[in-house]
């Protein structure tokens, strides 16, 4: 068996996201369906994917790995790409399929996802040429409060109050970037970068919302980190159309570390859980003998018009 990475990008706007399901178009039922027939392989390949996108939702960089018989791939060696675009549509590319280095996982090998979300305040509507990856805001926005607002969310925080909570996962998320910036040559265009060493559910979108509507002037600058100190699920939040998101970026590290950072990844996430050790650690140094017991236990969017 041969593990290959596979680099795609696609519009989501026909996609029911990029998961499999029963009677859905999806990307990763359209990818597999595509490898099965050039590879002749029955039941198809099975494809793990760096970030698993919702429906709508666009990628330009995304990154997925399979595991397929050596025989199967020297057959075709160095051909994939060519003969996958004859076999997938066109809302659907893979660029590039090469060997996998050895302890690579497209999912859990990964230091950070970059998504940029792309919004419009023109007055008058969206360039209709880009109504299907640019969000229309009919209100003026202010990025210098947006930006103001968006320092005080980066770092490593529980974001439970913009993601929908999955049972049994950490909403635990280090936000390593978020910005806004115009485009240089539409002065109504304007883009969130936001990177993350992960997502949790509806992150993205959630926190796009939240500071629209401090752009506009309907919330303060700290409402959004208010918010998040709260730690729960707030209904003032509106969590942005997919359309205006796309992924752009999985970055990894270098091949040695590839397969520590897997192992590193798949750990349970604690909030700040270096700080907490440390704490526990002084706090029990400066105890008195007798007071040093057991060890103690561880632990849609509703319109901007």
Known sequence: ????????????????????????????????????????????????????????????????????????YSAINGTMPRRLAGLLPPDVRVWRVSVAPEGFDARFSALSRRYVY????????????????????????????????????????????????????????????????????????????????????????ALVGALLMVGDGRRDIEWPAEVLAARVRDSG??????????????????DDSLAKRAQETRRVRTLNAAAAVQAAAEAAARAEPEELGETPENAAWRGAS
């Open 237 to 254: 939040v509106n969590v942005a159309p997919a359309h205006g998101l796309s992924l752009e970026e999985i970055r990894y590290p270098d």
């Open 1 to 72: 068996m041969v593990r290959l990475r596979l680099d795609i990008s696609y519009d989501g706007s026909d996609f029911a996201g990029w998961a499999r399901q029963p009677n859905q178009r999806t990307v990763q039922g359209v990818i597999e369906d595509a490898l099965a027939r050039m590879l002749r392989l029955d039941p198809p390949p099975m494809l793990t994917v760096a970030g698993r996108t919702d429906a709508g939702v666009h990628a330009q960089g995304q990154v997925a790995h399979l595991v397929v018989p050596v025989a199967a």
């Open 118 to 205: 792309r919004v419009c305040d023109n007055p008058f509507g969206v360039e209709p040429l880009r109504r299907h990856d640019v969000l229309w805001h009919p209100r003026p926005l202010n990025l210098d409060r947006m930006n103001a607002a968006a320092r005080l969310l980066v770092g490593e925080n529980d974001f439970a109050a913009y993601c929908r909570k999955r049972e049994g996962a950490t909403t635990i998320r280090e936000l390593l970037r978020y910005e806004w910036t115009r485009d240089d040559r539409d002065p109504y265009l304007a883009f969130a970068t936001v990177q993350a060493d992960a997502f949790c559910h509806s992150m993205v979108r």
